[in-house]
């Protein structure tokens, strides 16, 4: 079980929450446009004032720092994949075409969103060391959506894995996922997304079998 920490707070002279966040939601959607144009670091407070349609003035009512709107940016990323995992992904299931349908849902919305991923990966690093911390454990709690889910199949005995392997697994299908993004210049000219969700679903429920197998022997 994951344990998370406290949400880091970012501080704000404006107190209706309400206005909070519909201003953060402006100030995130300007931030991940231009971070996708040049770069979190090359890119300006006032210029991010100006993707969200305000002045640098209203934008500190706010945010503090530039590094307080990278980690909206990282978190409000989570978020949405978590809320999409969760609606669609059944860790009470426990069957491999349970499996099956989970990864390649996952699949789907890392390739859908597959820009805002990897502009968090390669920003994270800018992140205060708390507010990384948190984002990460963040992650975390995505992979223990797999990780149940493997397990629920363990108990119905669709698998046979300890503990450990169920841990690594988990945290395969998550890799893969990614992957799709990350290797995107190269995989994107080689398979189509549905051919890329069978051939690393197909390796992953085989491997798996096998390791079952060798067990049972």
């Known amino acids: 079980m994951v344990k998370t920490r406290r949400k880091r707070e970012v501080q704000a002279s404006v107190k ?3 206005l909070i966040q519909k201003r953060r939601d402006q100030i995130i959607n300007g931030a991940v446009a231009l971070i996708k144009e040049k770069g979190y670091h090359r890119m300006t407070t006032r210029e991010i004032a100006r993707a969200s349609g305000f002045s640098i003035g209203t934008l500190y009512e ?5 590094e307080d709107v990278l980690y909206l940016v990282c978190d409000r990323i989570y978020d949405q994949v978590s809320d999409r995992l969760q ?3 059944d860790t009470e299931l426990g069957s491999i075409e349970g499996v099956r349908h989970a990864i390649a849902h996952f699949f789907r919305v890392m390739d ?3 820009d805002e991923v990897l502009i968090m990966y390669q920003e994270l690093k800018s992140l205060t060391k708390d507010a990384l911390a948190y984002v990460l454990e963040k992650e975390l709690l995505l992979v223990e959506l797999f990780r149940k889910m493997l397990e629920r199949c363990v108990e119905n005995k669709e698998l046979k894995l300890n503990e450990a392997q169920i841990k690594m697994a988990a945290h395969n299908i998550y890799v893969q996922g990614q992957m799709w993004g990350f290797r995107r210049w190269v995989l994107g000219k080689m398979y189509t997304l549905e051919e890329y969700i069978e051939l690393q679903t197909s390796f992953f429920l085989e491997g798996l079998q096998v390791e079952k197998s060798n067990q049972l022997n």
């Not at 706010?62 to 530039?66: L, M, P, S, W």
């Open 16 to 18: 209706d929450e309400r």
């Open 62 to 66: 706010y945010i503090r720092t530039k």
């Open 87 to 89: 609606i669609i992904i």
């Open 112 to 114: 859908e969103m597959q």
